[in-house]
């Protein structure tokens, strides 16, 4: 019997995740400091075949985003680095074509661009999504070598001042209902990849 891909599922609050499932669900904490350490700490723990990272996010009001929005990270980038040369340290990350067309493929009607990462509410550039863990997650995933992608859900507009005004709920109950859809989806993909690599019999 195949056992089912394991997958991690990282979310910066237990509130983005969704109920335990045939998963495994950590919460890396809240911005690229704790996200990096905490996601680390749990891929050496679970060694996991690939990595979803969910969560909630803002939108350039000149997206036009209605709150609950999905949106698929074709790119993460680091932002909060500043003119530090990149060479110095990497501040791009793109998942695999082949895990971004699977999440494509369960999400028809998500919205697919860069996302940013930022310490600060408003701290990212050159990105119509902002997010505060996504970068440091995608890179822990990247250097222990494990696949992994980043999905949001849209709850306010990054310009708004007033927190009162952010649909957390919203965005909460889209993220948490669409993450076992794409753990499945990932096993599938992973479980393939498995047999595609596997060495033909002597």
């Keep these: 019997m195949t056992l089912p891909a394991r997958i991690l599922v990282v979310a910066a609050t237990s509130q983005e995740l969704a109920p335990?499932?045939?998963?495994?669900?950590?919460?890396?904490?809240?911005?690229?400091?704790?996200?990096?350490?905490?996601?680390?700490?749990?891929?050496?723990?679970?060694?996991?075949e690939a990595l979803l990272?969910?969560?909630?996010?803002?939108?350039?009001?000149?997206?036009?985003?209605?709150?609950?929005?999905?949106?698929?990270?074709e790119r993460s980038r680091y932002c909060d680095l500043g003119d530090i040369p990149a060479e110095w340290a990497?501040?791009?990350?793109?998942?695999?074509?082949?895990?971004?067309?699977?999440?494509?493929?369960?999400?028809?009607?998500?919205?697919?661009?860069?996302?940013?990462?930022?310490?600060r509410v408003g701290g990212t550039s050159d990105c119509d999504v902002e997010a505060m863990e996504?970068?440091?997650?995608?890179?822990?995933?990247?250097?222990?070598?494990?696949?992994?992608?980043?999905?949001?859900?849209?709850?306010?507009?990054?310009?708004?001042?007033?927190?009162a005004r952010w649909h957390f709920g919203v965005a909460l109950a889209a993220i948490v209902e669409v993450t076992p859809l794409l753990v499945t989806a990932l096993q599938h993909h992973r479980q393939h990849t498995r047999q595609d690599t596997r060495p033909p019999h002597a």
Excluded: K
């Design 20 to 48: 335990p499932g045939d998963w495994i669900g950590v919460a890396c904490g809240v911005g690229p400091v704790e996200a990096a350490v905490r996601t680390a700490r749990a891929i050496a723990e679970h060694r996991p």
């Design 134 to 163: 996504g970068f440091a997650v995608l890179r822990a995933a990247q250097l222990a070598g494990v696949p992994a992608i980043e999905v949001r859900a849209i709850s306010n507009d990054i310009e708004e001042a007033d927190r």
């Design 90 to 119: 990497p501040r791009d990350l793109t998942p695999s074509a082949a895990l971004l067309q699977c999440v494509r493929d369960q999400l028809p009607h998500a919205r697919c661009t860069g996302i940013g990462t930022s310490g």
């Design 53 to 73: 990272h969910v969560g909630i996010a803002g939108a350039r009001r000149r997206w036009a985003c209605p709150p609950g929005t999905l949106v698929v990270g």
